[in-house]
């Protein structure tokens, strides 16, 4: 395997357009968190014509709800959700400047799309993996929602995230593509 | 008649609860310790060597496997010769979720339907209840993920259909649920039965430890037969591609109405959280 490669959001669009599918990616700075309910809520404001509580301009979205932090704790744990469950929302948000989003699983050919028109990347990170993760966020504050409990956004400061590229903005899909190569026909 | 108390009850729930969400089972451990062996992919290699890490992290007690830390489904086989004392059953399992789940800073993950609205204290779990010989109780609480139980699907095949026919409907149910539910899976099946209760034969499927074959012989092969199929899907961990899609292919069936060829698939992820007491 290469090395990874670092990143630091807010991303531009040449950070992101060097993208592979299959690339290794490790994140340090900050990235925000949002699942179901809050992008629901997000994209609501949007058809609204109001402002949303975060820019998201260059910034990555993970999609999580992690456990209760326990006493001197960043966070609980922090594992990846199943991203299809975003994918009615994420095309709004890519177009408003989110650069790239984490979560598990595929997502959809509107999501995919709306990666390559605006520039956008889709990373994995391992699911199930969620105590390892942990141990990279180094800090969490609650920035919206804080009614949705587990669901609220948060900004993250992370170190040396692990995350693999998916969908980059050329369309390729390493879920399809690594399949096929590990597929006995 | 032999009494049990519901503290009881409710203090073996609680220790489930929060067990299963910090100890990996030591069947999943080997079972992922095989794929690793056989495992071709480098990143599916890469990722399975996370989850054992992973699980190492999580035995510390201090971070859950995962965030998902599941809706609590108990089963309970209850020996007709006991006499439960001390308030009502149902509530002191209830109460032993409750409490595992608070103190063990175990995500609430059970919501309204219509307004999503958190009940906060992941309760109500899902009981089953069954009353067999004996004065004994055995209770086995399995915390189940969101994201394997949301690619799960029951299907009222046609008797046409056959053995074939179920073989290909897994198949192709692993097929399609793909990268979503966390693999390398465990998968449950329940063959024959109705509608509800190839669910349920699946999900007590899952309970049965990895690496256990069925014992019935023609079951047991179709289950190693699903296990090989399914792995050459080349799915692969986390979906990333490889070899080890599934850990395990757990097979339960009993007799169906002659119209009918209920079939019912239930994934789970391989955190696979489950825990058994004898009171």
């Known amino acids: 395997m290469s090395e990874p490669i670092i990143l630091t959001p807010p991303l531009k669009d040449e950070d992101v357009v ?41 910034q990555i979205i993970y999609f999580v709800g992690p456990t209760p932090t326990r006493p001197g704790k960043p966070i609980g744990s922090a594992g990846p959700t199943t991203s299809y469950r975003m994918d009615a929302y994420s095309p709004s948000l890519i177009q408003q400047g989110l650069k790239g989003m984490i979560g598990k699983g595929s997502r959809s050919q509107e999501v995919i799309d709306a990666m390559v028109r605006y520039r956008a990347v889709y990373f994995a990170a391992v699911g199930g993996a969620a105590a390892l993760i942990s141990r990279r966020i180094e800090s969490s504050q609650i920035v919206a929602y804080e009614d949705l409990g587990p669901e609220a956004i948060r900004k993250l400061e992370v170190r040396d995230f692990p995350v693999i590229v998916v969908n980059d903005c050329e369309g390729n899909d390493l879920y399809r593509d690594g399949t096929e190569e590990y597929a006995v026909k | ?131 067999v010989p ?36 897994v198949v192709q149910r692993v097929k399609e649920a793909g990268p979503n539910p966390c693999p390398p ?7 024959g039965g109705t509608f509800e209760k190839a669910a349920l034969l699946a999900k007590e499927a899952l309970l049965r430890p990895l690496g256990e074959a069925n014992k019935d012989p023609e079951l047991a092969e179709m289950e190693s037969e699903l296990l090989d199929r399914i792995n050459k899907l080349g799915i692969g961990p986390a979906g990333l591609g490889g070899r080890t899609t599934a850990l395990a292919v757990n097979v339960e069936m009993m007799p169906c109405h002659i119209a009918s060829l209920p079939v019912a698939v239930n994934i789970n992820c391989h955190a696979h959280r489950h825990k058994e007491t004898a009171i």
């Open chain 2, 185 to 191: 899976i465990v998968v449950g099946v329940g063959i």
């Open chain 2, 134 to 169: 004996g004065d004994g109780i055995k209770i086995t609480l399995a915390g189940k993920g969101g994201g394997s139980e949301n690619m799960s699907r029951v299907m009222m095949l046609k008797p046409s259909d056959g053995k074939e026919g179920i073989k290909d409907y």
């Open chain 1, 18 to 58: 060097g993208l592979r599918s299959g690339d290794r990616v490790l994140i340090t700075g900050t990235i925000y968190t949002g699942r179901d309910a809050a992008h629901k809520r997000l994209v609501d404001l949007l058809h609204e014509g109001k402002p949303l509580p975060i820019d998201l301009a260059g």
């Open chain 2, 1 to 131: 008649m032999r009494e049990v108390s519901t503290e009881q009850i409710t203090t073996a729930v609680k220790k489930m609860a929060l067990e299963a969400a910090y100890e990996l089972g030591d069947d999943v451990r080997a079972a992922l310790n095989r794929g690793l062996d056989r495992e071709t992919s480098p990143t599916g290699r890469d990722v399975i060597n996370q989850l054992l890490e992973n699980a190492d992290i999580a035995k510390e007690g201090e971070f859950p496997m995962c965030q998902d830390t599941g809706l609590a489904v108990v089963f309970v086989e209850l020996g007709q010769d006991v006499h439960i004392v001390g308030g009502d059953v149902n509530e002191a399992i209830q109460d032993g979720v409750r409490q595992g789940y608070e103190e063990g800073y175990l995500r609430k993950s059970v919501c309204h339907p219509f307004t999503r609205q958190n009940t906060g204290d992941n309760t109500p779990a899902i009981l089953h209840f069954r009353i």
